[in-house]
T-cell receptor, first 115, second 112 residues
Framework: SAVISQKPSRDICQRGTSLTIQCQVDSQVTMMFWYRQQPGQSLTLIATANQGSEATYESGFVIDKFPISRPNLTFSTLTVSNMSPEDSSIYLC????????????FGPGTRLTVL | DQQVKQNSPSLSVQEGRISILNCDYTNSMFDYFLWYKKYPAEGPTFLISISSIKDKNEDGRFTVFLNKSAKHLSLHIVPSQPGDSAVYFCAASGGNTGKLIFGQGTTLQVKP
């Protein structure tokens, strides 16, 4: 299975600022995903990030708020822009390795607290 | 609209006994179901999955049962071990989109 790392692992930010989260995979993967887990809630898909195309956002998420880059097959970034306390969540990236149908492997997550 | 629901937020069982975690879904287009385990400060770890063409899949101590007519699946862990204590999420996908829809999670505590 793919090994995924995320940076930073956690951060505390002031409202109105932006944070960029990095996701690095140890192998080339086609499909990468970004999820959010708000306190006490389930994992919610933010967007699908495929290399060479614009990210596809889920209902309720927009590019201006969560811009995503996918410069190659092993790396992606998610930016949380103009943060407010409601953005306090765990942000996770995941990948589908293409070998196991629909099985996704997750990074350790980035715990974001917005004051 | 919660398409995947785990109605029990927590479950406590004795070591060695069976743990049964339940999950219901509403979208009949889902064709693949997965269970993930999550420890604090870690990302979810894939446990076991089942295709909609099957009604049972077993892997060691873990068995997933699917009842399509009831739109219900369950994860059985037997025998339960203290190391199984974690949050368990069920997830569903459909149409080869790669998107996973997660339930709210059930916190399992296995007591020694």
């Amino acid at each position: 299975s793919a090994v995924i790392s995320q940076k930073p692992s956690r951060d505390i930010c002031q409202r109105g600022t932006s944070l960029t989260i990095q996701c690095q995979v140890d192998s080339q993967v086609t499909m990468m995903f970004w999820y959010r887990q708000q306190p006490g809630q389930s994992l919610t898909l933010i967007a699908t990030a495929n290399q060479g195309s614009e990210a596809t956002y889920e209902s309720g998420f927009v590019i201006d708020k969560f811009p995503i880059s996918r410069p190659n097959l092993t790396f992606s970034t998610l930016t949380v822009s103009n943060m407010s306390p409601e953005d306090s969540s765990i942000y996770l990236c995941s990948v589908e390795d293409g070998l196991s149908y629909n099985e996704q492997f997750f990074g350790p997550g980035t715990r974001l607290t917005v004051l | 609209d919660q398409q995947v629901k785990q109605n029990s937020p927590s479950l406590s069982v004795q070591e060695g006994r069976i743990s049964i975690l339940n999950c219901d879904y509403t979208n009949s287009m889902f064709d693949y179901f997965l269970w993930y385990k999550k420890y604090p400060a870690e990302g979810p770890t894939f446990l076991i999955s089942i295709s909609s063409i099957k009604d049972k899949n077993e892997d060691g101590r873990f068995t997933v049962f699917l009842n399509k007519s009831a739109k219900h699946l369950s994860l059985h862990i037997v025998p339960s071990q203290p190391g199984d204590s974690a949050v368990y999420f069920c997830a569903a996908s459909g149409g080869n989109t790669g998107k996973l829809i997660f339930g709210q999670g059930t916190t399992l505590q296995v007591k020694p």
